[in-house]
């Protein structure tokens, strides 16, 4: 899996999918030791290599952000 960051932008190029986020602190991921990232869109840390988040919802089941989160931060389709 190729994994890009661009920081004038804050976009991460996971394989083909684009997402709008930055790197987390200097947070690592507990399963597998990649950068944490943080997702934009559903305000969430996540690890693209493992495709899961790293944090739970806030809990609030109207939020506008987490309450519409994918099981998986990048597709996989
Ligand atoms: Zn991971
Ligand atoms: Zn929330």
């Known amino acids: ?3 890009k960051y661009f920081e004038e932008q804050n976009i991460i ?3 083909d999918h684009k997402i709008f986020g930055f790197p987390w602190r200097n947070e690592k991921c507990p399963v597998c030791g990649f950068q944490k990232i943080y997702h934009e869109e559903y305000d969430g840390l996540f ?3 493992c495709n899961i988040w790293l944090d739970s919802e806030c809990g609030s089941a109207d939020c506008e ?3 519409n989160r994918p099981a998986f931060p990048v597709p996989i389709i």
């Open 1 to 3: 899996m190729d994994i």
């Open 13 to 15: 190029y996971i394989g």
């Open 47 to 49: 690890c693209p290599v």
């Open 65 to 67: 952000y987490c309450g």
